[in-house]
């Protein structure tokens, strides 16, 4: 039995329940997207291929794979919360590069193991060169990989930091905040 596994044990011991064994991603919430709809950056194309390929990247075993970890939701969120123009630039054309080798009738037109099989040429090609193409991948790459790793469903010990970003504080602002945590 591993940690996991002991922790619902000993939860539905003490009577409570999961509902369908999903993990709860309270960090997470307002990120999540339907399938098929549009994210708040992402478009309904985007979205779907952005899910895709975290989830090819990281697939559920006897954890939550990508999709469970809402990767693509979380995303999604940044690409309006975190990133500047540049960067959100740089990860919508990761994702039309990824489209675009699939011609002609892109990544999802393609069967599941096709595209798991165009992933991996992908992945190994990028990490060979040394161009933008492959720079926007391997950094689309880092932020699906992130967004896992800090997920609840890839953590065990997860604990949601409260509160939310400010990245305009003044210096008076960070130094009440700072002195207010003492």
């Not at 996991?4 to 309270?26: H, N, Y």
């Not at 675009?100 to 991996?120: D, K, Q, S, V, W």
């Not at 890839?154 to 008076?172: F, H, I, K």
């Amino acid at each position: 039995m591993n940690r996991r596994q002991a922790l619902l044990a000993a939860i539905t011991l003490l009577g409570g329940t999961f509902l369908d064994g999903a993990l709860p991603v309270w960090a997470y919430e307002g990120t999540r997207v339907a399938k098929g709809q549009p994210g708040r950056f992402f478009n309904v194309r985007e979205m779907a291929l952005l899910t895709d390929v975290a989830e090819i990247m990281i697939p559920a075993t006897d954890t939550p794979g990508a999709m469970a970890a809402n990767v693509h939701g979380v995303i999604d969120g940044l690409m309006l919360d975190w990133a500047v123009p540049a960067t959100r630039a740089q990860f919508r054309q990761a994702l039309a590069d990824i489209d675009a080798r699939a011609a002609p009738h892109g990544f999802m037109a393609r069967p599941p193991a096709e595209r798991a099989a165009l992933l991996t040429s992908i992945d190994i090609a990028a990490f060979r060169g040394q161009g933008l193409a492959d720079q926007a991948y391997r950094r689309l790459k880092q932020l699906i990989w992130y967004a896992y790793f800090t997920s609840e469903g890839a953590d065990p010990d997860y604990v949601a930091v409260p509160g939310q970003y400010r990245g305009d504080l003044t210096r008076t602002e960070m130094k009440q905040l700072v002195a207010g945590a003492r």
